[in-house]
């Protein structure tokens, strides 16, 4: 997907306003300039920063978006997909984030974009209060067994899990389904055809098999 490609991909999905392209806009040029400051994206993915990170992160609300309420985005670093669903999506929005200077900056980034519907959690997932979330989603945080383990008190029965797994997706899965129960299943990504997306509901621990008399 070129650069042109990405932003039509996200003008036909999202019909995104004028003030919207703005706040992409801008946010785009706060994460290029941070990333001289701090790793926040590859090296290699600055030009083609729209397709590599933009509609990578906005196609995760094509899956989402019949779910109404809250959405946790788990490790978000950069903002990605955080910051993105945040500017396409008025709902409220969670970050968690553990390092002090992607802390700083998610804050200065929604507060430069002005979106009152985003607000930074500055700690680790474990420490996030026990409050059900609609959406969880997480992009590079953790292997699917350990994202589930530290995330299973933020959600309940109807959470939607939206996680791009990049090539590793159906590998991942299958490593899991032996601790945990659930609807799975995985859908392409839009930005790579060797990448996948896997999207969960009903999480739960797999419970012991009962034994028969």
Sequence with gaps: MTEQEARAWMDA???????TWERLEAYVAMLLAEA?????IAE????????????????????AAWVDGEWMDLGSGA????????CLRPDPLVMVESRRKRVAF??????????????VHGGRVEQVPATPAAVISARAYA???????????????????VLPKGRNAENELEAARPA???????????????????IARGV?????????P
């Design 13 to 19: 999905q999202f019909d995104v306003s004028r003030e």
């Design 36 to 40: 001289d400051e701090q790793n926040l």
């Design 44 to 63: 290699s993915t600055k030009a083609h920063i729209w397709a590599r990170h933009i509609v990578d992160s906005a196609q995760l609300l094509t899956h």
């Design 79 to 86: 903002g990605l997909p955080g910051i993105v669903v945040a």
């Design 106 to 119: 998610l804050e200065q980034v929604i507060s430069a974009l002005g979106l009152s519907n985003a607000r």
């Design 143 to 161: 292997p699917l067994r350990k994202l589930l383990q530290s995330a299973l008190h933020l959600s309940d029965k109807n959470t939607l899990w």
């Design 180 to 198: 945990w129960q659930g609807v799975f299943h995985v859908e392409p990504s839009v930005t790579d055809r060797e990448s996948a997306i896997i």
């Design 204 to 212: 739960r621990p797999a419970g012991k098999r009962k034994h028969r």
